[in-house]
């Protein structure tokens, strides 16, 4: 008796930030579908090492945001010290997450810029603080978009693209390498990025989540894939074929030789000089 009795005085145990969000969510009405709150979820979770280049990120974006539910999580978590959603309409169910996640943690509301993308990206990156931009499941065109205007800011980016319509080039390679269009789109989309100075990194998330998967993040280098310096991998080339084939490499110039013979004798040269000169005041005494 007296077991049961302390069982049920037992407190319970704490829950971490993710369970009081979803349990939030669940308990509030007006919310999105709960697939919009798995892949929101899903999609934070894979960004993580992009989250942590910043500690906070001054500014995330959250780009097509509709319900806004990545740049909530990002105030949530500690990730941002400001957020952004950017949408054409801002839907009720945003407000309606506001107040259930600002309930369950005391988290901030984001600043909801109801604009067209193209209007309202750049306007927001004019502000020049360190910025990460997420969207997930944008259409293709508007990734497109994205990713442009992030460019032309130099700022970082994390995105899902969906609905991806390949032109008869793209349609062409997919059919002959056996790929579904969507991930032959998304290659280009790694190769487009790389051309405009990204360093690239392609990431999955649980396809049971949902089948438009692949995540895009962009880190800015301003390195071109297109500028790229062949010459390291010609002098190997070169150097690998002279082993081949027998050949010996150009001797340097004589100049060059005599100048590389000379050095050591006058690092002893200027070596000696303090034991010459005392060599010098002792027979002067």
């Not at 071109?224 to 002279?242: I, M, N, V």
């Not at 002893?268 to 000089?273: E, G, Y």
């Amino acid at each position: 008796m007296a077991t049961s009795v302390a069982a049920a005085a037992a407190p319970a145990p704490a829950m971490n930030l993710e369970a009081r969000l979803r349990r939030a969510f669940h308990r509030a009405s007006g919310m999105p579908p709960d697939k919009e709150l798995n892949e929101s979820f899903a999609f934070f979770k894979k960004i993580d090492r992009d989250l942590k280049r910043q500690r906070p990120w001054p500014l995330i974006v959250d780009c097509c945001g509709g319900h806004g539910m990545l740049a909530c999580l990002a105030l949530a978590y500690g990730k941002a010290l400001d957020a952004v959603v950017i949408d054409s309409h801002r839907p009720n169910s945003h407000d309606a997450l506001v107040r259930a996640w600002s309930t369950a943690d005391d988290a901030r509301a984001p600043r909801y810029v109801e604009q067209p993308l193209q209007t309202a990206l750049p306007e927001v990156l004019a502000e020049g603080r360190p910025t990460l931009v997420l969207a997930c499941h944008a259409c293709a065109h508007l990734t497109e978009q994205i990713v442009a205007i992030c460019a032309a800011a130099k700022a970082d980016f994390c995105v899902m693209p969906c609905c991806q319509r390949p032109p008869t080039s793209v349609k062409t390679a997919m059919h002959e390498l056996k790929i579904p269009s969507t991930v032959a789109m998304d290659l280009v989309m790694v190769g487009r990025c790389q051309q405009l100075g990204y360093e690239v990194h392609l990431k999955l998330v649980d396809e049971k989540i949902t089948p438009q998967n692949r995540l895009i993040c962009g880190r800015w280098t301003g390195e071109s894939g297109g500028g790229t310096s062949f010459l390291p991998h010609e002098a190997r080339l070169q150097k690998t074929y002279d082993r081949v084939h027998g050949r010996k490499r150009a001797a340097p110039p004589p100049l060059a030789k005599a100048r590389r013979r000379r050095l050591p004798w006058a690092v002893l040269a200027l070596a000696a000089l303090p034991v010459l000169w005392r060599v010098r005041l002792r027979l002067s005494r």
